[in-house]
């Protein structure tokens, strides 16, 4: 398996204290949106965040680590990767890509007879149909992870989850845990 070294020690420490780190600057350094060294920094916490999942999901697979390391370096993946997604709407633009794709695709495979009875109105309102049936189940959800994005992103909250993440990161460095410790 090509990901394999990220099970093992220390990288799973390392990248916990990594992501740490970078929790802690996105608590503390973030003042604007607008300025562009924030968006670079959101986009990098968000691949960080992404590492951090995916060493969480290797981890967890192939054990070695205590429940406490898991849970928290899960934790501060989740946060990583829902503060820059607090901003974004791609439930329009998704629904909008699958209705016009189902509709292209309707048009291009579907025999004469058929496409003849559907064209214009027909496709339109498939597309519509589509679109409607898509985004509203996606807005629901983006709204859930808006929502969970704003509570996790707090700056407060954000901290402490630094805090106990980068904590736990140099305990496992070590050979230990926050849960060994409790």
Known sequence: MA?????????PSIVLIMCAI???LLAFLRREDTMIADKVF???AFFFGILALV?????FLNGGYGTAFLVIFLITGFVLVLKPLENLTWSLILALAVAGLVVY???KF?????????????LV?????????VFFPLRA???????????IGWRPVAFIVSILAFIEGVLSFFGSSIGNIL
């Not at 060493?55 to 981890?59: E, F, K, N, R």
């Not at 579907?110 to 027909?122: A, C, D, H, Q």
């Not at 959800?141 to 509570?151: G, M, P, T, W």
């Open 3 to 11: 990901l394999e070294f990220l099970t093992q020690h220390p990288v």
């Open 22 to 24: 970078a929790l802690m």
């Open 42 to 44: 959101l986009i990098i």
């Open 55 to 59: 060493v969480v999901g290797l981890t």
């Open 105 to 107: 695709l309707l048009y």
């Open 110 to 122: 579907l025999p004469e007879p058929i496409l003849s009875w559907l064209v214009p109105w027909g």
């Open 125 to 133: 309102i498939i597309f519509f149909v589509i679109f409607l049936v």
């Open 141 to 151: 959800l983006e709204f859930v992870l808006d929502f969970l994005a704003k509570i």
